[in-house]
C-alpha cells in the first residue's frame, strides 16, 4: 500500500457573490502530490498545472493566495480531465489518500463529477485527514491548525513558500511521516461525498469508543431524523440499546444531539450532522460516543437554553402581530 499525500490549489468565479457554475464553484488550477511507501518515506512525486477551462481569469484573492496567473496557466496548464488520468495513473491500484483538512478531497471530487468521471474515484472514500491526525497527536484532538503552523510546531525546515501544490503536499507529508502508527490507523476518515444511496449502502463504522454511521439519503430533513437507524443510539462498546435521558434536539439547521445511558458503560451522546447532496437529497453522518456526566449536564444546559431562547423568540414573533 502505498500513501498519496496530495494537495490542491483552486480558482473560484472572479465574481464572488454571483457564482457562474454552481456545480464547479471551485475549479482545481494545480495538483501537487508524494507518494509514501508503507514505511512513509518519499517514493515519488506528481505535478501537473491545469488549463482553466470555467473560469477565465484568476480571482484576485485566488491569486494573492496562490501566486498563479492566467497567462501561465494557459500557457503549462494540461486540460482537467488529462491531468486526472495522469495523476490515478501515478497513484496505482494500492493507493491511501492523505490531505490537509477536507476540502480537498471534496473538490477533487466534485471537479471530477463536473467532467462525468466519478468513475476514477469511486466512493464513499476512507482516507486520512493529516490536519485532523496531527490535532490529535500534537494537541488537543479538536483544534484545526494551519499547514505553517503545524510545520512551525515541529520545527520543520521552510524551504518553499506555502499555497502551492506540490510544496504543501510536501509538508503534509512530512508532518505525516511524524504521527505515530496507531493514531494514523485508529483515526481514519471517511468522505462521503459519494454518499450512500440505499439501505445495503450505508456505512457502520467502529472505532474504539465511537461509532459512526453514515445513512442512505432522504427527501427531506424531517424524513432523515424520523428513520430509526438514524436515530437509534446503541451503545459504541458493548452495542447493546441503551435508555433515552434526552430526546434529540437540533442547535441549528444541521445539527443534533442526544444522551442515552447504556447500564454497564454510562452515558452515550448522540450527534448528528444533516449533510445536503449537491442533487439537493439529504443524509445524515451520526457519531455515537462515550461521555461521562459532566459532558452529559452541560449537553442537557445547552438544550434548556435553546428551549428558552426559542421560546422567547415565540413570544416576541406573536406579540409583534
Ligand atoms: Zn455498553
Not at 76 to 94: E, L, M, S, T
Not at 133 to 146: M, Q
Not at 156 to 179: M, N, Q, S, V, W
Not at 239 to 258: D, L, Q
Request: with cysteine; glycine share 4%.
Amino acid at each position: 500500500m502505498d500513501y498519496i499525500i496530495f494537495d490542491l490549489e483552486w480558482n473560484q468565479c472572479p465574481d464572488e457573490r454571483d457564482t457562474k457554475d454552481p456545480h464547479l464553484p471551485f475549479e482545481i488550477v494545480e495538483i501537487g502530490a508524494v507518494k509514501l511507501n508503507k514505511d512513509r518515506e518519499v517514493a515519488s512525486e506528481f505535478h501537473r498545472m491545469i488549463k482553466p477551462e470555467v473560469y477565465h481569469w484568476i480571482n484576485s484573492r485566488t491569486r494573492e493566495i496562490i501566486r498563479l496567473d492566467y497567462q501561465s496557466l494557459r500557457q503549462k496548464g494540461v486540460p482537467f480531465p488529462q491531468a486526472a488520468r495522469d495523476f490515478f495513473a501515478w497513484c496505482g491500484d494500492d493507493a491511501r489518500f492523505c490531505t490537509w483538512g477536507d476540502q480537498d478531497l471534496l473538490e477533487l471530487q466534485r471537479n471530477l463529477k463536473y467532467y462525468d468521471l466519478e468513475s476514477l474515484l469511486p466512493g464513499p472514500l476512507k482516507y486520512y485527514n493529516v490536519q485532523k491526525l496531527f490535532s490529535i497527536y500534537y494537541e488537543d484532538g479538536r483544534s484545526r491548525r494551519s499547514l505553517e503552523y503545524a510545520v512551525d510546531l515541529l520545527g520543520l525546515a521552510k524551504t518553499e513558500g506555502f499555497h502551492r501544490a506540490l510544496a504543501d503536499a510536501h509538508y503534509t507529508a512530512a508532518l505525516f511521516a511524524r504521527i505515530g502508527e496507531e493514531c494514523i490507523h485508529k483515526n481514519f476518515s471517511i468522505d462521503a461525498y459519494q454518499n450512500p444511496k440505499n439501505k445495503r449502502e450505508e456505512i457502520h463504522i467502529f472505532y474504539e469508543d465511537r461509532v459512526k454511521f453514515i445513512s442512505r439519503e432522504f427527501a427531506s430533513k424531517e424524513d432523515a431524523i424520523a428513520d430509526r437507524e438514524v436515530c437509534s443510539t446503541a451503545c459504541p462498546r458493548c452495542h447493546r440499546p441503551t435508555r433515552r435521558k434526552i430526546r434529540w434536539f437540533s442547535v441549528n439547521a444541521r445539527r443534533y444531539f442526544s444522551v442515552s445511558m447504556c447500564p454497564e458503560h454510562g452515558y452515550v451522546k448522540g450527534k448528528v450532522r444533516m449533510k445536503k447532496t449537491d442533487d439537493g437529497m439529504f443524509f445524515v453522518e451520526k457519531t455515537t460516543s462515550l461521555i461521562d456526566e459532566e459532558d452529559a449536564e452541560r449537553i442537557l444546559e445547552k438544550k434548556e437554553l435553546l428551549c428558552a431562547k426559542r421560546r422567547l423568540h415565540r413570544r416576541s414573533m406573536s406579540e409583534r402581530y
